[in-house]
């Protein structure tokens, strides 16, 4: 039996994946920084135990850090020479491969493994539930504030992702190419408070921002670089780049997507447990 390795085991892809791993019966070793193994891509010292027998690894990018080929590059050889075969990495259908930030790693990933893909998906819709920023906003002040404008992105629930990343990690036809992976519809951040509304039945408005406002919002809790960054795909959702949808989702795991309302309504249940 082949064991997977999951990076950020913890967090909203890497939970779900080791947990749909582990149910289908493959064998998991769930790593994060406050696990067992303890995994932190900053420190060395800690990866030989978290690849010890490993075949295969999902890869999630250290979160705030927009040169994370620095220390994803050279562990990724680090676990081709330890035996792994197959890597599979998450990024975002904002960034393309040989782009910014994770880009880099993803147009290493051909020439390290034989066995890959690259997940690609659209903005999260747990980003409205869950422990996201906006979430927070949401709950507090009844408000969602971005820089999108009218622009629409087709929001994908992390469950799905999870459901793909399980079928890239373990299929005997490997994708071995990047998957951009969206929900069934695109919709505007003024559509996203219209569905909160009606499923909380608590009033949610969007709060429109131009970029520089957004920038100057998210740099008083996160680096002045990465503020930039996530200002400017707001803009780049203003000016219709996430507006499409695709079929990876169906096609990888013989299922449709999940629309929002129906993970808007499941996780407000949930969180009400």
Do not use: K
Request: charged fraction near 20%; proline fraction near 6%.
């Amino acid at each position: 039996m082949t064991t997977t390795l999951v990076i950020g085991a913890t967090g909203t892809t890497g939970s779900r994946t080791a947990a749909r791993l582990a149910a289908a019966g493959h064998r998991v070793r769930a790593a994060s920084r406050g696990g067992d193994p303890r995994f932190d891509w900053y420190a060395p010292a800690t990866h030989a135990a978290a690849l010890d027998g490993a075949d295969a690894v999902y890869l999630v990018p250290p979160v705030g850090d927009t040169d994370p080929a620095a220390v994803m590059l050279p562990f990724l050889r680090r676990a081709r020479d330890a035996g792994v075969r197959r890597a599979v990495l998450l990024s975002s259908s904002a960034i393309p491969r040989g782009g910014p930030a994770v880009g880099e790693v993803h147009a290493a990933l051909p020439g390290l493994f034989d066995a890959w893909a690259v997940l690609r998906p659209s903005w999260f819709m747990q980003n409205f539930t869950g422990d996201h920023p906006h979430a927070e906003s949401i709950r507090t002040t009844g408000t969602l504030a971005s820089a999108t404008g009218t622009g629409r992105v087709a929001f994908i629930d992390a469950d799905d992702i999870a459901a793909v990343a399980a079928h890239a990690l373990t299929a005997r036809d490997v994708p071995n190419r990047d998957l951009v992976l969206t929900g069934p519809e695109a919709l505007g951040y003024d559509d996203i408070a219209a569905v909160l509304t009606e499923v909380t039945g608590r009033r949610v408005t969007h709060r429109r921002l131009s970029c520089e406002q957004l920038r100057e919002r998210l740099a008083t809790r996160l680096p002045a670089e990465f503020a930039a960054l996530l200002a400017a795909l707001d803009r780049t959702v203003a000016e219709g780049a996430e507006d499409r949808t695709t079929g990876e989702v169906q096609a990888l795991t013989g299922r449709p997507p999940a629309c929002f309302r129906t993970v808007a309504a499941r996780e407000l249940a949930r969180a009400d447990r």
